[in-house]
Every structure is written in structure tokens, then in C-alpha cells.
């Protein structure tokens, strides 16, 4: 019987070969090693686990040591931490020390298996059959969007703003400009807004926004399918909306999404390794931090809130604070374009982001084992 699988990818290849130069680049500065400790370097984290030489027999041990004298290192680093692996459609995913899913890497994607642009237009065409898409006039959106930068990003740091407008500018449904995205941010942006057109019932200022949310939920109910670091951002989102509107068993329910996602995606790991091969560029990176501090900014939020427990642990956690980059920690902040010329406050959203999270990083702990 012939053999009809089909040959792999070449961004599958690729990824492979990323993968064996991360593992040759571990080994060789594992072999380096003098020192009283054993330092492992994920290729995917980049952090340094040190173990006790006492957790290894040593040649003084006798025969017990020619038992682990043969093991494959390899076998060592993977089941000592998790790792990353870039998938077919180009993202990271993240699997645990106790996964084999590593192991498997190339039976993981079968036909079934939906890829972005699939979900994407699935969610395009079941809006267009339900009669919901809405369209908001351009300058419209202009107004939406400078609500959301100054009373929502400043503090709520979810979304890397530079990221979102190169590709929003250009009018280009990309990585980090997405429908689903643009969907979130302006249900929750309309929320500030006093446009009659935003609403659904238009005396009730409560109803701002409701059909741009209905949209946002319906879109993410297919890109879970196929997630990408806008996906998480979207959901986290749609949670402080739905929270907004008194929506709590909804909003748990979203931020749960996020989290599980951003977990998924590996966006809780440093993946700087993966910038020096060059399978993400410097700005994903940073993209990718922003949007995990900013899910965990609104998961603790929920769980003081609700008195619940968390679903992100400090433990998990490797990857940096967003970087503290002048041009966004600096930016005037202003309410709106049209407002009067003035000298206006530094935005300082950075910074707010790292004091944010760190604070609650200490208080979620204790509630987290009472």
C-alpha cells in the first residue's frame, strides 16, 4: 500500500532545525560546566536552573553511577523543565516537563487542524449569515481608539500600541492588528464614549457598546481554535468589558480563556532564545510580554475581586516585565486629539504596569494558600 502522507512542511523543517541548534547550543554549555552546580539553559527560557550535584551519583558511587553515565542528556534537560516549540503556523506553544507532546512534535498537527486565516474567515462568514458585523465609520474609530489608549492602556497595559498601529494604519489584518482585536477594543472604548450610535438601546448609556462585544465573543468562540497572542489580548479585554457590565460569571469565564491561552502560547516564558534564531523578531517579543503582564494584571484583579483563586502562578512565571521604552513610558497623555493645547502629563504606562503587577503579586500570594 503506498505511503500517502504528505512530505512536511518547510517551516515544520525549520522549526525542527531550530530546535536541534537550541539543543547542540544547551549541551555545549552544559559540557562547559566546572562549577560545584549543573547549569541547564532551556533554549526556550533562557533561565538558568541550577541542580545540586548531590541529586547525581558521582564515579565514587560505584555501579550505580554506570547507570547514569549512559543517559542521554537530552532526556536530562527535557524532563527537568518544559519547552517551547514553534508550530506550523509560525507560533510558540508551550509544553510542560511531564508532556510528551515534545516527543511527538510532528504527529501533533492532523487534518483537522484549523490554522488562523481558517478560524478567521469562519468567524467573517458567520457573522455576515447572523446580520451582526458592525461597521463603524473611520472616524469614529479614531475617536474610539484615543479613548482606549488614554483611559483604558494606561492602565490595564494589554496592548503594545506601536505593534497594533503600524499594521492598523495601513489598513492590514496582521499579527497584531486583528478583527477580533479591533472588536475588544472598541466595545470596551465605547464605554467612555457619550455616541448614540454606539449604543444598543440609544437613551441607555449602559448599552454603549454591546453589539461590538456580542461580535468580539462570537469571533473568539472560533479563534480559540487557533490562538495567537491578539487572541489573548482580545480575551482579556472582552473580560474587563464584561466586568464593566456587571457580567461576572462571563467575565471569569473570559479571563480563564485568556489565561489558558497565553499559557498555550508560552507567554509566560522569556523566549529571548527564540529571538536570537531569529524565529521571532525583537517587536513579538515585546509584544508578547506586554500582553502576558497585561492578562496577569487583570487575572489578579479578578481574583481579589471575586475571592477566587488564581490560575497563574509565580512559579510559572520567566519572562521579563515590559521593557521600560522612553518613547511609551514618556508619551504625553491626553484624553483626546481635539483636547486644548497644553503641557500635558507623562503617560509613565510602563512603570504603571511594573508597579501594578508587582503589587499584586504580593497580595495574591496569601490569598492564593488562605
Request: overall charge negative.
Amino acid at each position: 500500500m503506498p505511503d500517502r502522507r504528505k512530505p512536511p512542511s518547510r517551516r515544520y523543517t525549520e522549526a525542527l532545525l531550530a530546535r536541534i541548534r537550541s539543543l547542540e547550543d544547551q549541551l555545549q554549555r552544559q559540557t562547559q560546566s566546572s562549577d560545584s552546580t549543573t547549569s541547564a539553559v532551556t533554549g526556550e527560557l533562557r533561565d538558568e536552573i541550577v541542580i545540586e550535584t548531590d541529586d547525581y551519583p558521582s564515579e565514587s558511587e560505584g555501579e550505580n553511577a554506570g547507570e547514569f553515565s549512559g543517559r542521554d542528556p537530552v532526556d536530562d534537560i527535557a524532563e527537568m523543565v518544559g519547552r517551547l516549540n514553534v508550530g506550523e503556523d509560525g507560533q510558540l506553544r508551550y509544553f510542560g516537563s511531564l508532556s510528551n507532546f515534545h516527543l511527538l512534535r510532528g504527529l501533533m498537527r492532523h487534518e483537522t487542524s484549523s490554522s488562523n486565516e481558517e478560524v478567521r474567515l469562519r468567524a467573517s462568514n458567520m457573522l455576515q449569515k447572523l446580520n451582526i458585523p458592525f461597521e463603524i465609520p473611520l472616524e469614529l474609530q479614531a475617536e474610539l481608539l484615543g479613548l482606549y489608549w488614554t483611559w483604558q492602556n494606561t492602565w490595564q497595559y494589554v496592548v503594545h500600541k506601536d505593534a497594533f498601529l503600524q499594521e492598523y494604519n495601513r489598513g492590514q489584518m496582521g499579527r497584531y492588528c486583528t478583527p477580533l482585536l479591533i472588536s475588544a477594543i472598541f466595545s470596551l472604548a465605547a464605554r467612555y464614549s457619550d455616541r448614540p450610535e454606539l449604543r444598543s438601546g440609544s437613551q441607555d448609556p449602559n448599552t454603549a457598546g454591546d453589539v461590538l462585544a456580542e461580535q468580539a465573543k462570537l469571533m473568539l468562540f472560533h479563534e480559540v481554535e487557533a490562538p495567537t497572542t491578539s487572541t489573548v489580548q482580545a480575551a482579556t479585554l472582552i473580560a474587563l468589558r464584561e466586568f464593566a457590565v456587571n457580567k461576572e460569571a462571563s467575565a471569569w469565564v473570559h479571563i480563564g480563556m485568556a489565561t489558558r491561552m497565553a499559557y498555550n502560547l508560552g507567554l509566560n516564558l522569556d523566549c529571548r532564545h527564540w529571538v536570537r534564531l531569529k524565529q521571532i523578531s525583537e517587536l513579538e517579543e515585546e509584544v508578547r510580554k506586554v500582553a502576558w503582564w497585561g492578562c496577569y494584571l487583570v487575572d489578579k484583579l479578578t481574583n481579589i475581586g471575586l475571592g477566587r483563586p488564581s490560575a497563574i502562578q509565580a512559579h510559572d512565571i520567566s519572562i521579563p516585565k515590559p521593557s521600560l521604552i522612553p518613547e511609551i513610558e514618556f508619551q504625553p497623555w491626553c484624553a483626546s486629539d481635539r483636547g486644548p493645547s497644553m503641557d500635558l502629563p507623562q503617560s509613565r504606562m510602563v512603570s504603571n504596569s511594573h508597579y501594578a503587577c508587582e503589587l499584586f503579586s504580593i497580595v495574591s500570594y496569601p490569598l492564593d494558600i488562605l
